[in-house]
């Protein structure tokens, strides 16, 4: 028993809270924060999403502010269903000006599944030279993460430089609730497989992304230099299987 949905319709990406809303978090002193960079040029053509941006904001005290830059959540979450699992396939095109090489960190595109009743995550991060599968449980603002006896917030990073650079590339996620298993898959090659996850993800936010990744000084924010992102987007089809295949 399958069920299968593409998450595109970029077309509408304007029209925000319909099938893509501009990301961000509700801070505790009620404002918003967006992650929406304000010279970003935004093209849809042939049912993908370019995003241009021009590095620009910062967040001085919370990391996980600082880090998104442009981000798009999807309007409707991805229900996890019990047992079996749930598919997530896209593609995705990364290049940026004015990043240092090698560091991908200082710049790159991400797809990020985000669930906002855990504080979990599963994403791909691409940048010009270099892409990273991530697994993580984040405090994200508002979000109240389960108590743990373990490592409650963690966030693993597996870098690799073995795709195509600077070309379209396409990215799987499988998630197993029954199994507590996630697999990463690359070009349809599995390049990660994390057992024993130690958190029910319930739901899943999509979310396409511009982001950099670093840590805040004591001054407040250095992500900013300068660099200019450019992502490409497929729509992301979703698969649920609501029994595994033996």
């Not at 600082?66 to 699992?85: I, Q, T, W």
Request: hydrophobic share 35%.
């Amino acid at each position: 028993m399958g069920m299968e949905k593409i998450y595109g319709d970029f077309h509408t990406i304007l029209d925000e809270g319909n099938v893509w809303k501009v990301g961000g978090f509700k801070l505790p002193d009620g404002s918003f924060w967006e992650y929406r960079e304000p010279d970003a040029t935004v093209i849809v053509r042939n049912n993908t999403l370019y995003v241009r941006a021009p590095l620009s904001r910062g967040h001085d005290r919370v990391q996980i502010l600082d880090n998104a830059k442009h981000m798009y959540y999807s309007v409707e979450e991805v229900e996890v269903p019990e047992e079996g699992e749930v598919t997530f396939e896209m593609s995705i095109r990364a290049r940026s000006t004015g990043t240092a090489p090698g560091d991908l960190y200082d710049g790159y595109v991400s797809w990020n599944l985000l669930d906002f009743t855990t504080g979990a995550a599963l994403d791909f991060f691409a940048g010009n030279d270099k892409y990273a599968s991530v697994y993580a449980v984040l405090p994200f603002p508002g979000v109240e993460v389960p108590k743990s006896d373990k490592t409650r917030f963690f966030c693993i990073f597996k870098e690799d430089t073995d795709f195509k650079a600077r070309e379209f590339n396409d990215y799987k996620i499988v998630y197993n609730r029954a199994k507590d298993e996630a697999v990463f898959y690359l070009n349809g090659r599995e390049v990660r497989r994390e057992r024993n996850v130690p958190i029910k993800f319930n739901r899943f936010t999509i979310a396409l992304g511009i982001m950099t990744e670093k840590d805040l000084s004591p001054e407040g924010s250095v992500s900013v230099h300068g660099q200019t992102v450019i992502a490409e987007y497929s729509p992301v089809k979703v698969t649920i299987q609501e029994q595994a295949s033996e």
